[in-house]
């Protein structure tokens, strides 16, 4: 869960699971645009683990989440939980 007030802004949201990859290989890197306001940003573990357009995510290795906020200005994003969950069936 993120927060904020003022303009829109731009997150970066990286997951690494900790393999070394050949430069060329894109890393897992989702750019969104949000609205002020509270927003729930969510992942689909299944999709991490596919690929999709980038190399897929080993689940059990996963080592971290990066959340970048992209601004001219310094401004409070506020975090609520993170959480790594799975889905049963």
Same mark, same amino acid.
């Given at each position: 869960?993120?927060?904020?007030?003022?303009?829109?802004?731009?997150?970066?949201?990286?997951?690494?699971?900790?393999?070394?990859?050949? !430069?060329?290989?894109?890393?897992?890197?989702?750019?969104?645009?949000?609205?002020?306001?509270?927003?729930?940003?969510?992942? =689909?573990?299944?999709?991490?683990?596919?690929?999709?357009?980038? !190399? !897929?995510?080993?689940?059990?290795?996963?080592?971290?989440?990066?959340? =970048?906020?992209?601004?001219?200005?310094?401004?409070?994003?506020?975090?609520?939980?993170?959480?790594?969950?799975?889905?049963?069936?």
């Amino acid at each position: 869960m993120a927060s904020f007030e003022g303009e829109p802004l731009f997150l970066l949201i990286s997951v690494r699971d900790g393999k070394k990859l050949p !430069p060329e290989k894109p890393r897992f890197d989702l750019w969104r645009h949000y609205q002020p306001g509270l927003h729930h940003v969510e992942i =689909e573990l299944a999709d991490l683990e596919r690929g999709g357009d980038f !190399p !897929p995510i080993e689940l059990d290795r996963v080592q971290s989440l990066h959340l =970048e906020a992209y601004d001219d200005q310094p401004r409070t994003v506020r975090l609520g939980a993170i959480r790594l969950e799975g889905r049963k069936g």
